[in-house]
């Protein structure tokens, strides 16, 4: 098979990472790069990659939007009923994955994933546009649809049922991914990229680097 993508490939410059220009904490890391990241105004900048397997291990992964961090761990939204939401149900361990194209970086983090409570779902929940919330009723996420009209339909008929007051479903809410592994990927030129990691340890966090 002949390959038409094998020339895309490009050198990488802008920065560099090493064990003495990290911060000791992984959370203060990822803050750092995060803060750049929103300050570049890049397009979606909370939008990373979340993986999770199913009880048997077969793998799957999509964007979520990143709404909130701190040192418990990392919070997104979804529909608990949903492909995601099944197989974090089956096993709790996930993977979650930035990258910011333009800043020549990745992050990877790894780690278990909790509910978060029904009251803090709900205040964000609360915080959204009403049509989102009415989305929420709406969509089966992940479910199989017989078409857009459904789908529209089902959104008309929860749009009619609530006023401005559109209650939590069950099925929707947070969850939060409590982290032991991170990982800071620079790129670098001749393909040496800088991997400086963070694994859980003994209640502390170990700095190390992985070849690239
Ligand atoms: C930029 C972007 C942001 C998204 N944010 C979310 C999100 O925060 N929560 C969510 O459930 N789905 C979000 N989605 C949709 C998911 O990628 C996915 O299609 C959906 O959650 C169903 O995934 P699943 O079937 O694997 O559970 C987003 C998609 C994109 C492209």
Known sequence: MKNEYSHIRRDYSKSELNESNVNDNPFLQF???FDLAIDSNFTDPNAMTLATSSFDGKPSARIVLLKEFNENGF??????????????????FACLLFFWDKLERQIRIEGEVFKISIEDSKEYFDSR???????????KQSHKSNGREEIETRFSNYNSKFGEDVPLPDSWGGYILKPTYFEFWQGRTSRLHDR?????ENENWKIGRLYP
Do not use: Q
């Open 196 to 200: 400086i990691t963070y694994n859980f």
């Open 75 to 92: 919070v997104f939204f979804t529909n608990y009923l949903s492909k995601k939401g099944m197989n974090l149900n089956e096993n709790p």
């Open 129 to 139: 546009p009403r049509e989102s919330r009415v989305g929420a009723w709406a969509s």
């Open 31 to 33: 803050k750092d790069w």
